[in-house]
């Protein structure tokens, strides 16, 4: 007879019999484990979710402060874009976001604003106005020639209300 048709007891085949039907069940006992402690941990408030029961609570004690802001309007502005453009107009509208003290002050200087923010506008290209992120990049230039007029600390923010291409 040769040896290999010798019948012999492998210890180390019946180990790993063994050992392959203990991952599957010792993985499945671990994920029920962490499921449960998750669920506890969420149900107790230990991880807080923003649709839980005391998130809702917390936003209803303390109520959102709202900011220190005053709002001045820009009027209407109506500027005939270049030749060669698919849109010929352009209309814009917004409100410059200052600090309460100073609202009188820009205010006063409103007239000077319009006159730099339509000599900006007056200068676009078709290309500055209908390209992607153009709408950004307009607005922060305009906020920092209105900031270039009015001084620095006193403006917070220019908010577009009106932006259309006729």
Request: proline fraction near 7%; hydrophobic fraction near 45%.
């Amino acid at each position: 007879m040769a040896d290999s048709e010798i019948p012999v007891d492998d210890p180390a085949a019946e180990k790993d019999g063994k050992s392959s039907k203990l991952v599957p069940i010792l993985s499945v006992v671990l994920c029920l484990v962490g499921i449960g402690a998750g669920y506890f941990a969420v149900s107790t408030g230990l991880i807080p979710l923003a649709k839980g029961p005391q998130s809702a609570q917390a936003t209803q004690e303390k109520p959102a402060e709202l900011p220190d802001v005053a709002f001045v309007e820009i009027p209407t502005l109506i500027v005939t874009l270049p030749p060669g453009a698919a849109n010929t107009h352009l209309r814009f509208s917004g409100q410059i976001e200052v600090r309460p003290e100073y609202r009188e002050d820009i205010e006063f200087l409103m007239p000077r604003i319009q006159d730099f923010l339509n000599g900006y506008l007056r200068a676009l290209s078709a290309e500055d106005v209908e390209g992607q992120g153009a709408l950004f990049r307009i607005r922060v230039q305009m906020f920092r020639r209105i900031v270039a007029i009015v001084g620095l600390g006193k403006v917070n923010n220019l908010l577009v209300t009106e932006f259309i291409l006729n």
